[in-house]
């Protein structure tokens, strides 16, 4: 149950596009394509972007989205905007009803 | 407005018990399983436990296995996390979220504040 490796900041300048990463293991990310990604802004309730990997939730901009290759899984938000600014977390499910969150990446927008 | 609020986080002495309700509203309650998951200060997300729709399944971190029970009252809309024997370790924020289809949370609440201190 170690928590999926994130980078620990991603910045980038408006308009520009950036990607988090999130590494897991062939027990979580890799075996199941129930990777999901919530951004927080401390304070509030973290919000879904993305889950089963590409999908996003109604209402959600099309800037956000997501991939998946083996053990890791991406976000990518295209045309940067400031209120980008926030912490990213992804999530797997990792079987047996369990769950891993990622380490969380905190996004700069320059 | 499907709406998830959080109650019950204070001040704790370690060793000692606290239980965190949150309630929900906007949704059907009974139709979805759901998670506790928590951040600790300058920490990310760690998901602690899950039940499902009925309550007839939980699932737990390592960590809080043992000392954190995960009970639902679907008559009253309320998940609760009762926690005992509470470290240094336990002190986060406490957000309580729903899970939806292909296994996501779709909805979260603001969270709770549990803090273990002497």
């Known amino acids: 149950q170690s928590a999926l490796t994130q980078p620990a900041s991603v910045s980038g300048s408006p308009g520009q596009s950036i990607t988090i990463s999130c590494t897991g293991t062939s027990n979580d990310v890799g075996a199941y394509d129930y990777v999901s990604w919530y951004q927080h802004h401390p304070g509030e309730a973290p919000k879904l972007l993305i889950f089963a990997v590409t999908r996003r939730p109604s209402g959600i901009s099309a800037r956000f989205s997501g991939s998946k290759s083996g053990n890791t899984a991406s976000l990518t938000i295209s045309g940067l905007q400031p209120e980008d600014e926030a912490d990213y977390y992804c999530c797997s499910y990792a079987g047996d009803v369990t769950f891993v969150l990622g380490s969380g990446s905190k996004v700069s927008v320059l | 407005e499907v709406q998830l609020l959080e109650s019950g986080g204070t001040v704790v002495r370690p060793g000692g018990s606290l239980r965190l309700s949150c309630e929900a509203s906007?949704?059907?309650?009974?139709?979805?399983?759901m998670s506790w998951v928590r951040q600790a200060p300058g920490k990310g997300l760690e998901w602690v436990s899950h039940i499902n729709w009925s309550g007839g399944l939980q699932r737990y971190v390592d960590s809080v296995r043992g000392r954190f029970t995960i009970s639902r009252d679907n008559a009253r809309n309320t998940l609760y996390l009762q926690m005992d024997n509470l470290g240094d370790e336990d002190t986060a924020f406490y957000f309580c979220?729903?899970?939806?289809?292909?296994?996501?949370?779709?909805?979260w609440g603001q969270g709770t504040l549990v803090t273990v201190s002497s």
């Open positions: 979220a729903m899970k939806g289809v292909d296994n996501a949370f779709d909805m």
């Open positions: 906007g949704f059907k309650f009974d139709d979805y399983a």
